[in-house]
């Protein structure tokens, strides 16, 4: 199997209002997010010229980023009451992408620099 990685990097606000009130992450706060996608290809699925996906064709990721998350609220970008931790909001971005690139094999999704949470699906 071979693997590309990309990383993208937005800011947004949430608030984790499922936790207890005392909590900090209860209230409104932000970060400046990495989101990296892992795509993956047999060596007899890549490209003619050797690829398993262009880079380039991640632009249109790019620009959803911009337009969907960056400097939003992700409670209300990812709305139907998901709660916006990281860990679903890795989920929630695959499950969009993955028609568009079914190479698509992992989300990962940083909040700081020493956190992540990643969204691999079995298949």
Sequence with gaps: ???????????ASHVLDRLP????????????????LELSARREDLTDVGFVRDYRELDAFKKWVDETLDHRHLNEAMGGGISPSAENLAAWIFDRWIDRYPELTAVKVSETPKTWAEYRPSR
Aim: hydrophobic share 40%.
């Design 1 to 11: 199997m071979l693997t590309i990685t990309k990383e993208f990097h937005f800011s």
């Design 21 to 36: 009130s005392w909590h900090p992450c209860a209230r409104m706060h932000g970060h400046n997010y990495v989101v990296v």
